[in-house]
Nanobody, 120 residues
């Protein structure tokens, strides 16, 4: 099995910062892509950032310039640095990965999510 463990969520004031972590473990062979999403209850899950198979980052316009995604070369640990947080950033943040597994050339997995609340 593959496990994605997220950490770093919490309560921050507007303008503050948080760094989320996503740690991947299990018997996977290779991680192709890791991405961060967020979801407000009752709304559609929103793409935020990813690192593709070549290590190239992409960002949604809503977070570009404020959020930065990084990680090691194998993407076993990735981070989402969130700066200048606003009320509308409050959501459950999810880590997502695409990977090769023993006996399975391509699989996907989601983390369970971590809560980020921006409040004054």
């Amino acid at each position: 099995q593959v496990q994605l463990v997220e950490s770093g969520g919490g309560l921050v004031q507007p303008g503050g910062s948080l760094r989320l972590s996503c740690a991947a473990s299990g018997d996977f062979i290779k991680i192709y892509r890791v991405a961060w999403y967020r979801q407000v209850p009752g709304q559609q899950r929103e793409f935020l950032a990813d690192i593709d198979n070549n290590g190239v980052n992409s960002y949604a316009d809503s977070v570009k310039g404020r959020f930065t995604m990084s990680g090691d070369s194998h993407k076993t640990t990735t981070y989402l640095q969130m700066d200048r947080l606003e009320f509308e950033d409050s959501a459950i943040y999810f880590c997502y990965a695409e990977f090769a597994h023993i006996g399975r050339p391509w699989m996907t997995h989601w983390g369970q999510g971590t809560q980020v609340t921006v409040s004054s």
